[in-house]
């Protein structure tokens, strides 16, 4: 509330200071602060507390509702957005399925969306006319997969595994691994398991007993910790890989010292401080980390944190160009510009990597966006870029 109080108090100041030709930007932001997917949710909202209180150099007010890792109470959320705050544009889900169910919401009411939410199948296949509304900011599975993939070559692994979420998450990661490992490596055994699970013993016994050099296990936030910390009291002595998704400081304290040496692909900004000169995202991730680490402290930024500041500096540079049509904010047309725009964003830098979205590609990441990172000391490190 306090956050709010004072967000609002500097969105009068800036309306009264821009003066009466000022057209406010309203952002809608659905994301989960309670609920299984409330460490995500809370690294996000973070960054979001630090949004800037302007948009194309216009005011701004943004509209944060927690959707308690519900999908339905996500979709109600979304309604809500577009139907009562009239909002010119969604930030968020950043769960996958509520993600999907909102792009219904989305083609109804004509309102652009930027999930923070990681699974291709939010955007793609591009020519459905529901996804033409949307976008999403975390790295494609594909793109990480085949980082991972590609550090298992090079360290010489033959026999791999996958533990997985049993849900949309878990879906896309294993199409994807499966994809690319399966052309070079052998995925010896495939299992499955619940974000709400207590055990996971049984899917580890299966996967040790078919004597993996790695592992990989896809999940995100604090429950894909349960099988690591499995696999490590079952005795398992291999390579253990995890997704993006495990970027929360909650991972890491439920984790301990079993996560130690995990392997995992990550957007450049959560590892800003130990890029070479040479990654060209280095200078802007490094600003957002000062940014982001003066407020909360040393060490606190996420992969999500840095999808959250992706998100505004995307859109700011979106209301720049579709304020050029003469749209104005509030409106059908001015919706339909700003979507026009996220979809002809070019050479954008941001936290994570560098934009260039088109009809083809509402993500627009490249191998820029990934680098290798390593938990070492009880943080997430720079392990290398592939």
């Not at 291709?120 to 949307?134: G, L, N, T």
Request: aromatic share 6%; proline share 5%; hydrophobic share 45%.
């Amino acid at each position: 509330m306090k956050f709010l109080t004072q967000r609002a108090a500097a969105l009068i100041l800036a309306t009264t200071m821009a003066g009466s030709a000022a057209a406010e930007i309203v952002i809608g932001v659905d994301v989960s602060t309670t609920g299984p997917a409330a460490a995500i949710g809370i690294q996000t909202n973070n960054a979001i507390r630090l949004w800037p209180a302007t948009l194309g150099g216009q005011p701004a007010r943004y509209v944060v509702l927690d959707d308690g890792t519900d999908v339905s109470r996500a979709v109600k959320n979304i309604r809500k957005l577009t139907a009562e705050d009239k909002v010119d544009a969604i930030v968020g889900p950043n769960i996958t399925a509520s993600a999907l169910a909102a792009l219904d919401v989305l083609a109804e009411t004509g309102t652009p969306m930027v999930a923070l939410a990681a699974s291709a199948v939010i955007v793609e296949p591009a020519s459905d006319p529901k996804r033409a509304w949307a976008f999403k900011m975390p790295q494609n599975d594909s793109l990480m997969a085949s980082a991972i993939v590609e550090d298992m070559k090079k360290k010489g692994y033959r026999n791999v595994a996958f533990i997985g979420f049993a849900d949309s998450y878990g879906d896309s990661w294993w199409k994807e691994f499966d994809a690319i490992a399966g052309k070079d490596l052998k995925v010896v055994a495939q299992e499955r398991f619940q974000r709400t699970d207590a055990s996971v013993m049984g899917q580890v016994l299966k996967v040790m007993a078919a004597k993996p050099d790695a592992v990989l296990i896809a999940g995100s936030g604090t429950p894909a910790a349960l099988p690591q910390k499995t696999l490590h009291e079952r005795g398992y002595k291999g390579a253990i890989y995890q997704t993006h998704g495990i970027g929360t400081l909650e991972f890491l304290q439920v984790g301990g010292k079993d996560v130690e040496g995990t392997l995992f692909p990550t957007g450049p900004g959560v590892v800003a401080r130990e890029l070479p000169d040479s990654n060209p995202v280095k200078p802007v991730a490094l600003a957002f980390a000062d940014k982001y680490e003066a407020q909360y402290g040393a060490n606190t930024l996420t992969q999500f944190a840095g999808d959250a500041y992706g998100a505004w500096m995307l859109l700011d540079s979106a209301v720049t160009r579709a304020l050029k049509t003469g749209a104005k904010p509030g409106t059908p047309e001015f919706r339909k510009a700003l979507r026009d725009a996220l979809e002809n964003t070019r050479d954008l830098i941001v936290p994570n990597g560098v934009l260039n979205i088109s009809a083809q590609n509402h993500q627009g990441f490249d191998e820029r966006a990934r680098v290798m990172g390593v938990v070492r000391d009880g943080k997430f490190g720079y392990a290398g870029q592939n």
